[in-house]
């Protein structure tokens, strides 16, 4: 590492040119007006000195035509701030559709992180270069944050609870990998690399290590043995073509059934019971791991299509324009 | 420096030097300083904890400066670094921030301003002390067995689970503390509305009260929730309830948003002060009404009520729902307006003035400059996307110690230069004095204005390590913060060495216009010797005879 003076971390994701344009902005406007009070100030200070210890200036009382100038322009400036940061921010809640979707679990202290081809890695993230990549976040314990400055994107990683943030980098290299939610004593040292390869690097990387299971084998064979086939698809809930569908509830109220929805369905099956059954699906929390819970969510992510049986028309596929 | 100094002459309610009694020597016995119900000593009194804090929280900021000196974590241990940021965060902001300019010069000040003989409830304001100083005891009994490592925002689960450290009792502390801040407000509240001299209508009130009363409304209104939201981080670390821990059923985001509900407001308890303060240091010293005076003294209920309804730009990326983040972001940015507001009108009261570059106004002009500074650069973090990428940065960090430490620590010493001839009897040595206020807004921007910049890189707060790159800013800014302690020391002594061989003061050595200067200094048990009336509006210079316009005019006069 080197010892030059640099203003703007290096530029590797396609938020990147976007942050720091915004970034210039308010720098030339906090510049501005910053340098405008402070060289009034000085001005006005020293050009309207005390003469004379009894000396009484006229008074001067406001000016309407003033006040309103200072408190318009401003709220002019303010605004156009609001919707170009919010313009960003929303791109940064829309990911792609067709982004490669990889896991990642943060625990004291250490990023362990899981691709959807199977491969794992800790404190080091490798990705294509110019694909969408998608991060599904969530915590082991207590609050942690995935941040690539190089990417300008950043996300708490919560526990008890799944957070989505996404990225496409757009230059190959290493970037540094940092946990922005202080965590305890290592906090400092829950760092690492995020590596943008070249896509068939990245194709070669993938399977370059002896395979662990994708995500969804993991999840099918859990699924099996911890008995959930048992009951769904027959008397419970098929979990076919249910992700993203509109579910319908004793209660009356309806939610979408998204990565966090199956996740506390899972953990606390009786939080919401799905209208036309019975409350009788024990709770698995404490009885599995974090890591069990995603691969569980990302079998039943799997299961777009009704199976052979058929039976699951209950649950039409919702349009997902949106994955928040 | 000036032309004609007309000497200081003995006028009807200013005698100079009279052995008459005042409330410093009244009974110097020790037992009539603890049991005292006189405002002006139990502010004395929390001006000595206050300083204490100050001191203590110091200690802790230069050594999170040395360790950062390098990359490496050579200095302390990561768990010591961490005990060090956290207690530095609580001693400075539950310690001294926020009790600083309200609860010294406010207690001072504010029943003089309103021609009032002492606060609403002058019992229960020597009680706030006495609270004041328990949760301080409790804070540093947790500090000296072993110290707390949680930040100062104690985010669950961290704090109610995983903390290994003496987190309840540091909650007590700060839970204890707050009531404090509660019963101090109450007091202010009830005093401004009930005991103002007559003919002191709310718009001829100096802009001090104004502020003081903005604040005020903040600290009763706000300081339960955190209150509530401590002893429930307290009861989930003690009796397993699960509020927050979502191994129990608990909600991590939970906590903070009740945490930012009162710690954003919070802010402007320590900011709002410093802004009054402010708006009396240039009226006096342009001999001006402040340009603008009635929007100036508005805008600060418009901060207090505002800053209320924006403390989710905290959690921008938390997990919260983008449209939640959206209403926080654009609220966030009406808050500026007011303050923005203040600014202008202050600067534009300058035109034409009659300024007098005495200490106190070195202060004021370094606020509003640093609070320019630190305002602009709330609008990076109250802006989503850029927030995403600077939050929990180094520019964090940068952007509130330009208003808590170039904002209301700049305001503070300017009130307290400004009113020590009032509170002491005594000038303070000018030179020196300007020497440390350059020091200080020198020594100031360099510790700060480069982790804006380190921030941007990338550097996460709370870092007890970090990559080499990042050293030469760290170097800097532990350069700075090196001249910024001198800066502090500095007043420390002069303004002791003045309490014995500083000039006397005059009544109104200033040649000011609010009432607490129509008394002599320093001032009578009962404040004011008749009670006085208010006829003009405030900062009616006009009014003033040349005699206290002359007042103690500083290098004029001959020395004591």
């Known amino acids: ?324 | 420096m000036t032309t004609d100094p007309i000497p200081a002459q003995p006028i009807d309610f200013d005698p100079v030097e009279s052995p008459r009694d005042n409330y410093l020597n009244v009974n110097y016995r020790i037992k009539s300083w603890l049991l005292t119900v006189d405002h002006k000593r139990i502010a004395i009194l929390y001006l000595l904890g206050i300083t204490f804090f100050f001191v203590i929280g110091g200690i802790f900021a230069l050594m999170i400066r040395l360790e950062l000196l390098t990359p490496r974590g050579d200095l302390l241990k990561a768990d010591t670094y961490n005990k060090m940021f956290t207690m530095h965060g609580i001693v400075m902001v539950f310690f001294f921030l926020i009790p600083s300019i309200p609860a010294v010069i406010g207690n001072f000040i504010v029943p003089m301003m309103v021609g009032a003989r002492d606060l609403a409830f002058p019992r229960l304001n020597l009680a706030s002390w006495y609270i004041y100083i328990l949760g301080g005891v409790f804070t540093m009994i947790a500090m000296v067995s072993g110290g707390v490592d949680t930040g100062w925002t104690f985010y669950t689960p961290y704090s109610s689970v995983y903390s290994n450290t003496h987190v309840a009792l540091t909650a007590i502390g700060i839970f204890v503390t707050g009531f404090s801040s509660i019963l101090t407000g109450l007091n202010f509240i009830v005093t401004i509305h009930k005991m103002r001299a007559p003919g002191l209508t709310w718009f001829r009130m100096p802009l001090f009260l104004w502020s003081i009363y903005a604040t005020s409304l903040i600290m009763v209104l706000g300081t339960p929730v955190v209150a509530i939201a401590i002893v429930l981080v307290g009861l989930e670390r003690l009796f397993n309830i699960g509020v927050f821990n979502p191994a129990l059923g608990g909600d991590p985001i939970l906590f903070q948003h009740l945490f930012w509900f009162y710690s954003h407001p919070a802010v402007y308890i320590m900011v709002l002060p410093s802004m009054g303060v402010v708006s009396e240091i240039i009226a006096t010293f342009t001999r001006r009404r402040i340009f603008g005076y009635k929007i100036v003294a508005l805008s600060s209920l418009a901060i207090a009520l505002i800053g209320f309804f924006v403390w989710g730009h905290h959690m921008f990326v938390s997990g919260q729902s983008l449209y939640a983040g959206m209403i926080f972001s654009f609220l966030s940015f009406f808050v500026a307006i007011p303050s923005a507001i203040k600014v202008f009108n202050w600067t534009a009261t300058l035109y034409k003035g009659s300024i007098l570059l005495a200490t106190p106004m070195y202060y004021a002009m370094g606020f509003i400059g640093l609070f320019t500074m630190g305002g602009l650069t709330g609008l990076f973090l109250a802006s989503l996307g850029m927030d995403v990428h600077v939050t929990d940065t180094y520019f964090i960090v940068a952007h509130f110690h330009y208003i808590m430490v170039g904002g209301a620590i700049m305001g503070y010493l300017g009130g307290i230069h400004y009113w020590w001839p009032k509170i002491t009897g005594r000038m303070y040595a000018e030179v020196p004095a300007k020497i440390a206020a350059f020091l200080i807004f020198i020594g100031f921007n360099l510790t700060f204005f480069p982790q804006f910049l380190v921030g941007y890189l990338g550097m996460p707060r709370r870092y007890h390590e970090y990559p080499p790159e990042f050293q030469v800013y760290n170097v800097m800014s532990t350069a700075g913060a090196s001249i910024l302690a001198v800066g502090y020391v500095i007043p420390l002594v002069y303004l002791l060495w003045s309490l014995k061989y500083g000039r006397r003061a005059t009544a109104n050595p200033w040649g000011a216009t609010t009432l607490e200067w129509q008394t002599p200094s320093p001032p009578p048990t009962e404040n004011f010797l008749e009670p006085p009336v208010v006829t003009h509006e405030a900062y009616d210079f006009s009014a003033l005879s040349p005699e206290v316009l002359a007042g103690h005019f500083p290098g004029s006069a001959s020395k004591a």
């Open chain 1, 1 to 324: 590492m080197d010892q030059r003076f640099q203003l703007l971390p290096d530029q590797a994701s396609t938020f990147a040119p976007r942050v720091d344009l915004l970034y210039l902005f308010l720098w030339s406007v906090t510049a501005f007006f910053t340098l405008l009070i402070f060289l009034l100030i000085v001005y006005l200070g020293l050009r309207y000195r005390r003469r004379s210890a009894t000396e009484v200036p006229t008074p001067m009382h406001g000016g309407t035509a003033l006040e309103i100038a200072w408190t318009v322009i401003p709220l002019i400036i303010v605004m156009v701030i609001f919707f170009w940061g919010a313009k960003i921010y929303f791109t940064f809640y829309s990911p792609p559709a067709d982004a490669i979707e990889i896991h990642v679990i943060g625990k004291q202290w250490m990023w362990k992180i899981q691709h959807p081809e199977g491969r794992r890695e800790i404190n080091e993230l490798h990705v294509p270069v110019g694909k969408a990549v998608k991060l599904v976040l969530s915590s082991q314990d207590v609050i942690h944050s995935f941040y690539v400055p190089a990417f300008r994107v950043k996300q708490d990683a919560v526990p008890g609870r799944y957070t989505v943030m996404w990225f496409k980098a757009t230059r190959v290299g290493e970037y540094h990998l940092f946990c922005a939610e202080y965590c305890g004593t290592e906090h400092s040292r829950m760092v690492g690399k995020v590596i943008v390869m070249e896509p068939d690097a990245y194709q070669a990387w993938l399977v370059g290590s002896p395979a662990d299971q994708s995500p969804v084998v993991a999840g099918e064979k859990l699924f099996k043995t911890l008995g959930c086939v048992a009951c769904h698809a027959v008397q419970a809930p098929t979990m076919a073509g249910l992700y993203m569908s509109q579910q319908k509830f004793t209660d009356g109220s309806t939610v979408v059934a998204d990565d966090n929805y199956l996740r506390e369905s899972i953990l606390d099956s009786t939080a919401k019971i799905v209208e036309g059954y019975q409350p009788v699906m024990p709770s698995y929390r404490n009885q599995i791991s974090e890591e069990q819970v995603m691969q569980l969510v990302s079998y039943i992510k799997s299961l777009k299509n009704p199976p052979r049986e058929g039976g699951s028309t209950q649950f039409p596929a919702a349009p997902a324009p949106s994955q928040r």
